[in-house]
């Protein structure tokens, strides 16, 4: 029957008021109280950390992702559910399923509204994730909100406070939880996983956003803060103007990863104009559909994992 293992960081799902606001403040087995019923297999919780999401390290992320494969080294786990906060639970899903190599599911979820408050999304969006762990496999790292299933790749936090929080822009979820029951599409293809980073020191990733008039100021600046990686946000297919391309062929010459993606929520980054065809002349990769935030956690990731060549594989699929 195996157990499933619920790793606890914080968020809102395990927020309390404060005279500040809400902060991240209850342990996981407090959170998991919230479940509407008894769960049909047995359940262990580790409090990983207890952070806001828009707080947490690079350090915390890593450990999680540590955290997961010694748990999964145990055959008798089942899946894991991580509770995490919703602002960067787009960054922390994608990281972990960039490494992910087992069969045997990792959920994330979290909630719009604390636990306690009037229509919490937090028992339904917990019961949802622990179904979604119990039954599948081969699907990589995955998201549960809102009563839909979303692959960790491509999916971003679209509406700051609506329970219906996660998308992909650019694709439809790939299940459906209706009533107790997972509805899943069979799995996508996925690269081969990265090994675990053993680097102490995290490289710098900067993301930098075109604009109108916008010139290659702060593109140099970060260079020279020592960016190991940047993310350019382009315009429209990923365009930018020729001063920019100038700089992205400057620090691609100084070893720096360049990856470029759009401000615009959906579409795929492509060669379309001369923009951005210079750009990958210039040594960039276009990030295809994924979006700033990921595209950057895509960057870190090749370069913890000491594989930046590997970047483009990594953001085409």
Do not use: W
Request: net charge negative; charged share 15%.
């Amino acid at each position: 029957m195996g157990r499933l293992v619920v790793i606890a960081t914080g968020g809102t799902i395990s927020s309390t008021p404060t005279e500040a606001g809400l902060a991240a403040a209850l342990p996981g087995g407090t959170v998991l109280d919230a479940l509407p019923s008894p769960q049909p297999v047995p359940v262990e919780v580790v409090d990983l950390c207890t952070v806001d999401s828009s707080a947490i390290t690079l350090d915390q992320q890593l450990g999680l992702l540590r955290q997961v494969r010694a748990t999964l080294a145990d055959p008798q786990v089942r899946g894991i559910v991580v509770t995490h906060g919703t602002d960067t639970m787009e960054e922390t899903a994608f990281l972990l399923d960039l490494h992910h190599d087992d069969p045997r599911p990792v959920v994330f979820t979290g909630s719009q509204r604390p636990l306690g408050a009037p229509g919490s999304d937090a028992p339904g969006n917990l019961a949802d994730a622990f179904a979604v762990a119990r039954q599948a496999r081969d699907h990589g790292v995955l998201i549960a909100f809102g009563g839909k299933i979303h692959a960790a790749r491509g999916t971003v936090k679209h509406h700051t406070l609506n329970p219906d929080a996660y998308q992909d822009p650019s694709a439809a979820p790939v299940g459906h939880l209706i009533g107790g029951e997972v509805l899943l599409q069979a799995p996508a293809p996925r690269p081969a996983a990265l090994p675990v980073p053993t680097v102490t020191e995290a490289p710098r990733v900067d993301i930098l956003t075109h604009h109108t008039g916008g010139d290659a100021v702060l593109l140099r600046a970060a260079v020279a803060a020592g960016a190991r990686g940047l993310v350019l946000v382009g315009a429209g297919a990923g365009n930018v103007n020729p001063e920019v391309v100038e700089a992205v062929r400057e620090a691609n010459a100084a070893g720096v990863l360049v990856a470029v993606t759009s401000r615009t929520a959906a579409g795929p980054v492509l060669p379309i104009y001369t923009s951005a065809t210079e750009l990958t002349r210039a040594g960039a990769v276009l990030t295809g559909t994924l979006r700033a935030a990921q595209a950057r956690i895509a960057v870190l990731s090749a370069l913890l994992a000491g594989q930046p060549e590997r970047l483009p594989e990594l953001l085409d699929c």
